[in-house]
């Protein structure tokens, strides 16, 4: 396994393969099952780094040859059992990087050496996931939370407050300054849901001339 790479229990820390920084910012990961079952699903993942806002491709054949056919067969059982099958399988033996084939950071290097996926031009049904904010087809009402860059207070938004073409302008509950949230922020591709959650911050950092680090919650 690479060695900028770490497991903790199901989640998987690496570096993104388009900006070399760490993929997740809350530093949580990202599930292996998730990737696994997006990889039966689609013949590969698309991911989102956290950290450059670039979409990647993380390839079918970084597991493991019989990894793949076990969790199609776990999840095709009654009820939920797959989670439970990867904590006793290989979480519990402390055996996740069996999971994934020793090199498989450098294969999905090579599948991303033409660089990040263009997920604004890529295929899409729309009955199906978005490609771009990866919302599905009537998405629960979302909200997030941002600090105030002034007084450093959490305050939260709710999606269907900011006005698809206008945007909004926010006040913080402490100290009232406003905070303006750009249109941007929602998915230009499928318009029915907001970007990823560190593309908001970004849009909004940049439409306010403050750094994400301001706004983002510790």
């Known amino acids: 396994m690479d060695k900028s790479s770490t497991f903790n229990g199901i989640y998987l820390s690496y570096a993104c393969p388009i900006c070399g920084k760490p993929k997740s910012r809350s530093g949580l990961g990202q599930s292996v099952i998730w990737i696994a079952n997006e990889c039966l699903a689609s013949g590969s993942a698309l991911s989102h780094c956290d950290n450059c806002g670039k979409s990647f491709t993380i ?3 970084i597991f493991s040859s019989d990894v793949l056919a076990e969790v199609k067969r776990v999840s095709q059982l009654p009820g939920d059992q797959l989670y439970d099958y990867v904590t006793k399988t290989y979480v519990n033996t402390g055996a996740q990087h069996r999971m994934l084939k020793p090199d498989w950071y450098d294969i999905m290097l090579k599948a991303n050496k033409a660089g ?5 031009t890529a295929q899409w049904n729309p009955k199906e996931k978005c490609p771009n904010c990866g919302s599905k087809p009537n998405p629960y009402p979302i909200a997030f939370d941002y600090v105030c860059p002034s007084c450093g ?10 006005h698809m073409s206008l ?3 926010v006040l913080c509950r402490n100290c009232s300054k406003p905070l303006f949230i750009p249109a941007r922020v929602w998915c230009q591709k499928c318009r029915r849901s907001l970007l990823d959650y560190y593309d908001v911050l970004r849009h909004i950092a ?13």
């Not at 207070?153 to 900011?162: E, F, G, L, R």
């Open 116 to 120: 990040p996926v263009d997920t604004m």
């Open 167 to 169: 945007g909004v302008r």
């Open 206 to 218: 940049d439409e306010n001339g403050v750094s994400v680090e301001k706004l983002e919650p510790i």
């Open 59 to 61: 390839p079918t054949a």
């Open 153 to 162: 207070t959490k305050n939260s938004v709710a999606q269907q407050d900011i």
